[in-house]
Structure formats: structure tokens, C-alpha cells
T-cell receptor
């Protein structure tokens, strides 16, 4: 069975510091991975999909199949990045499995 | 927002009462999903639908039922609400054709007293 683990429930950094939100997954096939962001009391928004290899709002994420990880990174955190971040995995079906989420707090 | 709305946005109800939440989409996508969001648990799938009258259970389906009589509407019913069902409920769709990502509604905050 697939599983997504986000080991940090809370990550607190200062503005301008680098950020790395960790995501590890367990799945034997070729997964498709996503990062979602949820700003305070808003809907979840798709931030990144690994197949696109894109950079959105300065965030990037690289799929490391050897380490089964898909960590989200940003070199310089901004206060507006404060939000809840969820990593999600698709197993080539029509379902997503979500991690427990990491709350990012960026302090001024 | 992929044309997804949810109603009501907030509801307070008493233990033992039935509650129905509505998800409405405007773009006729086939797949629709209901999740609940709880601290520490992330999002957990309750039920999903792959077409009119075609539904299946998710990870946490006990105490919930769903119906989809029209493509655009997916209803979630708590048959007899309990305090453990206090949560934020999100509806989502999968855009077809496309990838496997899902797009979410604004959520319904349900409190069962």
C-alpha cells in the first residue's frame, strides 16, 4: 500500500532563510507526486507536480526514487509562504494519498 | 477554482442529526471526491465517484454515504452525526482529460455538538 510521510508537523524559519519541507513516500511502482499549499482557511491549491519540473513561487521539488523522497525547497523564504503544505502521491489510478501536512511559519 | 463550490460553508449541528453537504461543479468532470481534513491526519478520502450513480468507498467511509444523481452534484450525507465527525470537509475533482492532480472546493466547516 502506498503511504506518504511528512515528518515535520511544524517548520519555523526566519524570512530570507532557506526552506526544505520533507516528503517521503512508499510505493513500489512509478509514482506521480504533487505538492499542495493551503493558505489560512482557504482551499488547497496545487503548487507543483513532479512531472512538470517547474518552479512556482520560487519553490522546487525533485523526485529522488532512490531515497523515495520528494522534498519541497525554496532558497529564501518569504512571510507570504506561511501556510500548510501537503505532499500527495498518485499510483497511476484515480486516487491521491496525502501526507499529514507540514505547517510552515516564516517569521519576520 | 475549477468551478467547484460547496454548500453550506459552515454548519453546526447536534449529535444524532442527519447532515448533507453538497459539492457542485460546472465543468462536467467525471471524477469527484470527498475528503475530511483533520490536524495530524492530512486529508483522508471518504468516498469518491466516477460517474452518475457510480460511487465507491474511501479510507474513512464509516458513518458516511454519498449520492450522485447528476454529473455536476456530489452529495455527502452523515447519517447520524457524531462529535468525531467534526471536521473540515473538502470536495475535489479530477480534470479529464489531464493528469492525476485534483482540484479542490473551498471546504465546509462542520461542528457536531
Amino acid at each position: 500500500a502506498q503511504r506518504v510521510t511528512q515528518p515535520e508537523k511544524l517548520l519555523s524559519v526566519f524570512k530570507g532563510a532557506p526552506v526544505e519541507l520533507k516528503c517521503n513516500y512508499s510505493y513500489s511502482g512509478s509514482p506521480e507526486l504533487f505538492w499542495y499549499v493551503q493558505y489560512s482557511r482557504q482551499r488547497l491549491q496545487l503548487l507543483l507536480r513532479h512531472i512538470s519540473r517547474e518552479s512556482i513561487k520560487g519553490f522546487t521539488a525533485d523526485l529522488n526514487k532512490g531515497e523515495t523522497s520528494f522534498h519541497l525547497k525554496k532558497p529564501f523564504a518569504q512571510e507570504e509562504d506561511s501556510a500548510m503544505y501537503y505532499c500527495a502521491l498518485n499510483n497511476a489510478g484515480n486516487m491521491l494519498t496525502f501526507g499529514g501536512g507540514t505547517r510552515l511559519m516564516v517569521k519576520p | 477554482d475549477a468551478g467547484i463550490t460547496q454548500s453550506p460553508r459552515h454548519k453546526v449541528t447536534e449529535t444524532g442529526t442527519p447532515v448533507t453537504l453538497r459539492c457542485h461543479q460546472t465543468e462536467n468532470h467525471r471524477y469527484m471526491y470527498w475528503y475530511r481534513q483533520d490536524p495530524g491526519h492530512g486529508l483522508r478520502l471518504i468516498h469518491y465517484s466516477y460517474g452518475v450513480k457510480d460511487t465507491d468507498k474511501g479510507e474513512v467511509s464509516d458513518g458516511y454515504s454519498v449520492s450522485r444523481s447528476k454529473t455536476e452534484d456530489f452529495l455527502l450525507t452523515l447519517e447520524s452525526a457524531t462529535s468525531s465527525q467534526t471536521s473540515v470537509y473538502f470536495c475535489a475533482i479530477k480534470v479529464s482529460p489531464g493528469g492525476y492532480e485534483q482540484y479542490f472546493g473551498p471546504g465546509t466547516r462542520l461542528t457536531v455538538t
